[in-house]
């Protein structure tokens, strides 16, 4: 994978977790939020309805269940009505039901303990319903009411829907910046890949450009001190190879000579046609060629002179030019 995508990829993972983080953490609390603020005003709500069933049973002459039903009837006809439903009960007994159909739970209540349940009707309605016995002195009440808190939970799924958009938005945006981030990043790197990559190829003058101030810049820096080290070796070791050339072409041409005329006067001495006087000439002028391949070094009259005892040329050729230089012959 390319650096530039890794890049991409880093930060798009990033911003999608950051962003997902922080925007559950806001729905979430925001959600919480609102309903307890439900909660709070049902619960207040609850309380004050309690408190007036229980003002209004202290009077015996208002126990009566049809003055109960008045009572409640009143209530529901206010503009003021904070909860969707009522209901009243004395044992099994129903004494009074809101007008319509509302999914009352038959809720476990014990003692004067106040019992909540969050639930979810047929038509995707949120109700909270909120039961407790209400004990009076004459007779113990069992009242329901259901407070419709869709509200926040209707709230929530909006902020759920704009969160997915504005993510895709974010998240689109977020890998295009980071890809542009990532080109910009790389170009050094790249630029640094290319220069060794003509410098394996043989153009050992190329370096790379620096382009930042930072670790990538020091990096293309030292490259090029490298570089530039390597280049200068590589040209002393050409300018090496070809003096050692030019020496060699200069020993074979100066031993090219005084060799010709070595061994074309031991070949005759060896053939034994010479008369006495000429073999002495022969000699003189195979002493006066090992006079002329003095300067060379020693090592190599030692495997001349071995090929000539293996040639049988001991008795005649090694004393007239070996003298000098008497170098040890190889058994």
């Known amino acids: 994978m390319r650096f530039r995508l890794k890049i991409a990829l880093c930060v798009s993972v990033l911003l999608a977790f950051t962003f997902s983080l922080g925007a559950t953490l806001i729905i979430s609390i925001s959600f919480r939020t609102a309903l307890e ?12 309805l309690a408190h007036t069933l229980v003002s209004v049973s202290k009077n015996p002459q208002n126990l009566q269940i049809p003055e109960i039903e008045a009572f409640f009837s009143l209530l529901e006809s206010g503009e003021n009505r904070n909860y969707a439903a009522v209901q009243v009960e004395i044992g099994d007994y129903l004494i009074y039901e809101s007008a319509g159909s509302y999914p009352f739970r038959a809720i476990p209540t ?16 949120v109700y909270m319903q909120i039961s407790s016995n209400i004990v009076t002195h004459t007779t113990t009440y069992r009242m329901s009411i259901l407070y419709d808190i869709s509200a926040p939970y209707t709230a929530r799924e909006e902020m ?20 542009l981030l990532g080109h910009v990043l790389a170009r050094p790197l790249v630029s640094l ?3 060794s990559r003509r410098i394996n190829a043989g153009e050992l003058s190329c370096r790379a450009q620096r382009m930042s101030g930072d670790e990538v810049g020091d990096l293309a820096e030292d490259f090029n001190a490298m570089a530039d080290r390597l280049e200068g ?34 070949e005759l001495l060896r053939a034994g046609d010479l008369p006495e006087g ?7 002028f195979i002493n006066s060629g090992a006079n002329a391949c003095s300067p060379f ?16 040329l001991n ?4 004393p007239s030019f070996c003298r000098r230089w008497r170098p040890p012959l190889p058994r």
């Not at 689109?172 to 890809?179: E, F, K, R, T, Y």
């Not at 002393?236 to 072409?249: G, P, Y």
Request: net charge negative; hydrophobic share 45%.
């Open 233 to 266: 070796q590589i040209h002393d070791l050409e300018d090496a190879v070809a003096r050692q050339e030019r020496f060699t072409a200069s020993f074979a041409h100066e031993m090219r000579t005084p060799m010709t005329s070595i061994i074309g006067y031991a």
């Open 160 to 179: 759920l829907a704009i969160y997915r958009l504005v993510f895709c938005v974010i998240l689109i945006l977020g890998v295009a910046v980071s890809l």
């Open 297 to 312: 070094p020693p090592v190599f009259w030692s495997c001349w002179c071995c090929a000539a005892r293996r040639s049988g």
């Open 110 to 125: 014990y003692h004067d303990l106040r019992a909540v349940e969050i639930f979810s009707s047929d038509d995707e309605t």
């Open 37 to 48: 603020e439900q909660r709070r005003i049902a619960d207040e709500n609850y309380s004050f």
């Open 193 to 195: 890949s290319e220069a």
């Open 315 to 318: 008795a005649w050729i090694l």
């Open 278 to 284: 000429d073999a002495e000439t022969a000699l003189g």
